[in-house]
């Protein structure tokens, strides 16, 4: 009798190990599986946004870098369509030019964070909303690609004279005061550099979040993502 249940015990334990070791497994196959495919979206997502910064038209007419404006430069371009709606034109060619620039800068530094996007990262996004994968991205990199573009975007501002021109249309309207807060008679060269830094950078994490709203549900629905 004792022989018999000593060889049960063994059974059971042998059993148990083996279900241990499946499931593990299939976690980590999920796991993997998933890291891949979401560097596969968020890649996709970081060439699509790059190929649009490269086309200073597609730049300009791309509704997801519209929506990226910081409200400090909507309220700046708001007043300057009074005063002269020609300069606001040729300010977002200027920043489209400048965008166009800070694509090598910004590219290696998403890609950099994707691949280094863990199980952690992986876990977060599948039970999380569609666009958590960019929102991750974000948290990562978004402070980190503003300082790191803002001075190629100062320098091909300042190129172009737009500060200058800008100041030049404001001039003794002390209305920049109210907009830009303080009671500043100038546009600060370094101060629009960085709002049109912030643009072109959320400009292109919206860009990479469409592309994975609109992908997700087909590239992501194995893991439960519709």
């Given amino acids: 009798m004792k022989k018999y249940i000593f060889a049960a015990i063994i059974i059971f334990s042998t059993?148990?190990?083996?279900?241990?070791?499946?499931?593990?497994?299939?976690?980590?196959?999920?796991?993997?599986?998933?890291?891949a495919?979401?560097?596969?979206?968020?890649?996709?997502?970081?060439?699509?946004?790059?190929?649009?910064?490269?086309?200073?038209?597609?730049f300009l007419q791309n509704n997801l870098v519209?929506?990226?404006?910081?409200?400090?430069l909507r309220n700046i371009n708001s007043t300057l369509e009074k005063i002269a709606p020609s300069l606001v034109a040729k300010q977002r060619e200027y920043i489209a030019e400048a965008a166009a620039y800070?694509?090598?800068?910004?590219?290696?530094i998403l890609e950099n964070a994707v691949n280094s996007l863990n199980a952690q990262d992986v876990t977060r996004i599948i039970q999380g909303e569609k666009g958590t994968a960019t929102l991750i991205l974000k948290?990562?990199?978004?402070a980190q690609l503003i300082q790191a573009i803002a001075p190629r975007v100062e320098q091909e501002?300042?190129?172009?004279?737009?500060?200058?021109?800008?100041?030049?249309?404001?001039?003794?309207?002390?209305?920049?005061?109210?907009?830009?807060?303080?009671?500043?008679?100038n546009v600060n060269a370094g101060g629009l550099s960085i709002l049109?830094?912030?643009?072109?950078v959320n400009g292109l994490f919206n860009i990479?979040?469409?592309?994975?709203?609109?992908?997700?549900?087909?590239?992501?629905g194995p893991f439960g993502k519709k």
Avoid: F, M, W
Wanted: aromatic share 2%; with cysteine; net charge neutral.
């Fill in 208 to 220: 990479i979040e469409d592309h994975e709203k609109q992908n997700s549900a087909t590239l992501l």
């Fill in 196 to 200: 049109a830094s912030e643009q072109i």
């Fill in 139 to 142: 948290e990562k990199t978004q």
């Fill in 15 to 35: 059993a148990a190990v083996i279900t241990t070791s499946v499931q593990s497994c299939s976690t980590l196959a999920t796991t993997d599986l998933g890291l």
């Fill in 102 to 108: 800070t694509v090598q800068i910004s590219k290696p």
């Fill in 37 to 58: 495919v979401i560097k596969r979206v968020l890649l996709g997502g970081i060439n699509k946004g790059a190929n649009i910064y490269g086309n200073k038209e597609a």
């Fill in 157 to 185: 501002l300042n190129k172009y004279g737009i500060v200058k021109t800008i100041n030049t249309a404001l001039s003794g309207s002390n209305l920049l005061g109210s907009l830009l807060g303080g009671n500043t008679n």
């Fill in 66 to 72: 519209d929506k990226a404006l910081p409200g400090e």
